[in-house]
């Protein structure tokens, strides 16, 4: 769950951005700003007007020393100076000062009459030298001056103005920036502390990993060290608990067998008997116990040899068809099977094999058999399958199976006999030999479960021929 300064930076980093892209957009504001009073302070209203006021003027002083005669003022000057005039009225229609006349309908009408003035008087520019033209063009221009006067001073305040509100919006953008630079200097420092509050939160909880998994390793090696002396424990119980087995055992099938004459009462038969199959069974937990420690202490030795794998499997099913377990139940073995030897432990594969049969037969209805095959996978892979079509699993209770003193079902415990280590068992042992057991199991439909070898355990040999 994410931390209140988790939580702080994401809305923190984001206003620190608005800052920095409002200050970049001011200060490009500010740049645009500047370039413009620049770039028009020689083009302005006020500038305008008194050019051409200032040539107006001297148009007129041209004009009234051309009359004159000798003055030195001769035709060509007088038309140069009426063109610069019409230029300057030019720029009294366009640019900067076009929006001051739109906003003056005064000082529009007074362009506007020297514009129409100066078009009137074009077209007599050129006849300015024939008597009395000067004086008409004078008298036309004269009008003008008082008007284009008002004009400038018009216009010069009106610039002054433009000028004074552009310095104060400069002024006010100056302002606006400071303070987002205030801002995000403020945000920045924030995020710089909450980094260094996050950094030492994070060297807190590093330490205090570093501590816990100081002691989950003490914990670990405490656990192994339990795990080892329960080992050891079993393992000197289970050798504890064979020596009065053996002799209980022993001594019980001597008075069911009858070997030193009949026993007088028939019930004390029947009593010795099932001494004798109880014991029998103890024998077996007693087994799986031992093994399973062994196999946990990794103690189990492995005594290799050169297995021929049919013939096991058939001496397998021999051992087991005596027991009660097997009584009118059908064992297979799969005619068309691939079979090989393995070079592995005989005492150990019959074990495993033991195993898996006896569960196929505790978990299946009578009528239904159990069947053996055998194949080689394509990778070589040694493949020995016993399948029944008992009660079955799912596949969390095939995973449960394996574990040790395990029952998919507590009410299995009471019906079927054991502790639960068989797969365990068979599960270890393939480990030893470098195999895997493969569990595949239906709920209702029944299961199969291989024993996996791999493919260096293979050898060459001739099978046992099995009747």
Same mark, same amino acid.
């Given at each position: ?33 500047q ?68 906003g ?25 030298d ?12 004269s ?11 018009? +216009? ?7 000028? %004074? &509100? /552009?310095?104060?919006?400069?002024? =006010? #953008?100056?302002? @606006?920036? $400071? ?24 060297? +807190? ?7 816990? %998994? &100081? /002691?989950?390793?003490?914990?670990? =090696? #405490?656990?192994? @060290?339990? $795990? ?6 079993l ?101 068309d ?27 299946s ?10 194949r ?9 399958t ?23 079902d ?21 480990e ?36």
């Amino acid at each position: 769950m994410p931390t209140t300064h988790s939580r702080l930076k994401i809305p923190l980093a984001i206003i620190i951005a608005a800052f920095a892209t409002a200050a970049i957009y001011i200060s490009v504001t500010i740049v645009e700003r500047q370039k413009a009073l620049r770039e028009v302070s020689r083009y302005n209203v006020a500038w305008a007007a008194s050019q051409a006021v200032a040539e107006l003027y001297r148009l007129e002083l041209r004009l009234a020393a051309f009359r004159v005669p000798d003055s030195g003022v001769d035709k060509d000057e007088v038309i140069l100076r009426f063109d610069i005039l019409e230029n300057r009225a030019k720029l009294l229609e366009d640019g900067s000062v076009k929006i001051f006349t739109d906003g003056d309908p005064e000082a529009g009408m007074v362009v506007e009459d020297l514009a129409s003035t100066l078009r009137e008087l074009d077209g007599l520019m050129p006849q300015i030298d024939r008597p009395g033209i000067a004086e008409h063009v004078l008298g036309r221009l004269s009008p003008l001056e008082a008007k284009l006067a008002r004009f400038a001073g018009d +216009a010069n305040t009106y610039g002054a103005e433009r000028v %004074a &509100d /552009d310095q104060r919006q400069l002024l =006010e #953008l100056h302002w @606006a920036f $400071s303070g987002l630079a205030a801002g995000l200097a403020v945000c920045g420092l924030s995020l710089i502390g909450l980094l260094l509050i996050q950094n030492r939160l994070i060297s +807190a909880a590093h330490v205090e990993l570093h501590s816990m %998994a &100081d /002691d989950l390793k003490i914990a670990k =090696e #405490l656990a192994e @060290a339990a $795990s080892e002396a329960k080992s050891r424990f079993l393992a000197a119980m289970s050798h504890e608990l064979r020596t009065p087995l053996n002799a209980i055992i022993g001594f019980s099938e001597l008075i069911a067998d009858e070997k030193f004459g009949p026993i007088g009462q028939p019930r004390y038969l029947d009593y010795a008997t099932n001494v004798v199959a109880s014991g029998r069974h103890m024998s077996d937990l007693v087994n799986d116990i031992l093994t399973t420690a062994k196999l946990d202490a990794g103690q189990y030795e492995l005594n290799s040899e050169l297995v021929d794998v049919r013939h096991l499997v058939a001496a397998t099913i021999t051992m087991i068809g005596g027991a009660d377990i097997a009584k009118d139940r059908e064992i297979v073995i799969d005619p068309d099977s691939e079979w090989f030897c393995l070079f592995a432990d005989e005492r150990s594969v019959k074990q495993m094999l033991l195993n898996l049969i006896s569960n196929a037969l505790k978990f299946s209805a009578v009528e239904t058999p159990v069947q053996i095959t055998s194949r080689r996978a394509h990778d070589g892979e040694l493949w020995v399958t016993v399948t029944d079509h008992g009660i079955g699993m799912t596949s969390e209770q095939a995973a449960a199976a394996i574990k040790p003193f395990h029952q998919i079902d507590n009410r299995l415990s009471r019906r079927y006999e054991g502790t639960g280590l068989g797969l365990t068992i068979v599960k270890s042992m393939m480990e030893c030999h470098g195999g895997r057991l493969v569990v595949r199991s239906e709920a209702g439909k029944g299961s199969q479960i291989s024993l996996v070898f791999p493919a260096r355990l293979r050898r060459s040999g001739r099978l046992a021929e099995v009747a």
